[in-house]
Structures are given as structure tokens and as C-alpha cells.
């Protein structure tokens, strides 16, 4: 396989007839079994809004280095928003070659979930005001296209449509990513993201048409580029663990060599902060498929979502981990 499905979702964006969404339920199966990854077309998420987004994002970027450090991490505390320079995140230990900024669900001071670390408000530059506005329009509009693809992934493992949006993802924990990528240096090893997986259910993608993301998909690496009016879809390590292997989290990186600056938008939708991820009761948990990548049996966790995500995200930022956890 040297290519990616792309799989139409409208069916299940629409409420359309049972059908076609048990037909599109099957196409997501065959895609969590080869891959795990996929582009979705169908979503019924506005252009519009991706460039409303694309624009103010990059006028974040093309800020001087200290304005953009107004909004820095650091001053986030415990809900680990904020913008970190290149460089500042790693990937199995490496530095990245990438910029960014993280968000999350907007909650306020008095909300008993705004005291969990990764919850909270979020920060936003007071040089471009329509980069929030932008952000909180896209959280709540990928949030609705999530749960409608969950209730796709729900069908192809025989399970209700509405098991996820009404267990797991009832309260599902929202996390986005803006990452700026510098080109990378002609025949350098320099990693815009190294090879690693993801954590939770499900990643949203939207990328420029610069392209640069590569997947594991079986038999070596392929790459993912960008396809327009499509996000690509990847499932995380919470969906391996709870389909005890069946579907697999797939290593995925990123590098730029197309010369030009490059911009991605990833949005990950995970379980509730307090869900365990016990095995589900359905055909798909009897494992089998290939190894993971990093040898690692997901299986043998124990304990909340919230507990697997910090513990990931503490490698990635570590200083900030120490202050802040």
C-alpha cells in the first residue's frame, strides 16, 4: 500500500440513511486494520474557517520572537497552553525543527475541571485577536466532526453508534495544536517531528499544501500529502488499548523539504480525563495485527486517561512537566 483512503463521511456528519453508514463504517475498519490512518472528505467543516485560521495563524508566527513569548507555556500553569519556540518540544528526547502553540476546551476560573492540569483558559495573542476567535469556532466545530466519525469507528467494531458520545467522549478531553515548521536544511537529518504515535482516540489533521508528513503504513514509510478539501485521520493509543490491539496506533513524522515555511493543524479528540480504558466488549478485542513500534503492550496499562497523557506530555515539555505537575 503507497497511499491513504480517503473515505467519505458525509453519511455519518448527516444522519444519513443506515446503509451508508455501515458501508462507511466498513471503509474505516479496512483503514484502522492497514494503516490507521486515512483522509476523511464529506466533513461539512466551512473552508471558511480553515482560512480564517490559516491566516491569523500566520500572522502569529511572523511576530517578532519576544511578542510571540508574551503568550509562552510558562505562563499558563497548569493548563500547559501557550505558545514554545523552536526547538522547545521533543520527540523521543529530540528537539523538534517546529514552532507552536497549544489549546485546549475554553473553561472558565469557576469551572471544577478548569483545576485539572492540560484544563483551563486558554492564551491567546493580543497582537492578532482574531487567532482566538478563529480557535474557539474551530474547537467547536472539529469537536461535533469527532464525534461523528467515533460513531463510524463504534460501527466498525459492532458496537452502537453512540457508545463513545455516550460513554468515553461524553466529556471528552479537547485538545488542538497549531506547529509552524521551518524548512528543513537540503539533506539534513533535522526532524520536524520525530516517529512516535499519538495518545488518545482520534487526530483531526489539516495541513498546508507543503506537505511533509510521512506514515508507517505496514510495509515502510509512505508519505501523506496534503489532499484539499480533506483532514487526515489518525487513530491513537487509547483506541489500540481498547480494541486490544486489532486497530493500531501508527507511527507517523513530519519533515519539510519542500523549502517553504509549512503549517499543521492537529486536533485530538481522547476519553474523558477520569476514563479507564478497559477492553471493549465487541468482536474487535482479540488482538492480533502487527507489533507496535516501540514494543510497548498498551494492554498492560493501568489507570486513568488522564494519568497516560500526563505522563506522555511531561516527556515532551520536561522542565515544564517538573514545575508544573
Known sequence: MDRLPVIDVSALVNDGPRARRERTARLIERACRDSGFFYISGHGVPASLLGRLDEAARRFFALPLE???????????????????????LTSGRPDLKEGVYFGAELPEDDPRARLPLHGRNL?????????EAVLA?????????QSVMRGVA???????????????ADPTVLFRIFHYPPASPGSEEWGVGEHTDYGLLTLLAQDRNGGLQV?????????????GTFVCNIGDMLDKLTGGFYRSTPHRVRNVSGRERLSFPFFFDPGWDAEVPPLPSRGVTGGGRARWDGQDLRAFTGTYGEYLLGKVSKVFPQLGEDVL
Open 216 to 228: 508507517h503504513a505496514g510495509t515502510g514509510w509512505i508519505e501523506a500529502p496534503p489532499i484539499p
Open 155 to 169: 460501527l466498525s467494531l459492532g458496537l452502537a453508534e453512540d457508545y463513545f458520545a455516550t460513554g468515553y467522549t
Open 67 to 89: 511578542e510571540k513569548m508574551e503568550i509562552s507555556m510558562d505562563r499558563a500553569g497548569r493548563a500547559w497552553r501557550g505558545f514554545f519556540p523552536v526547538g522547545g518540544e
Open 138 to 146: 474551530y474547537l467547536g466545530t472539529l469537536t461535533g466532526l469527532a
Open 124 to 132: 491567546f495573542p493580543a497582537q492578532v485577536p482574531e487567532l482566538g
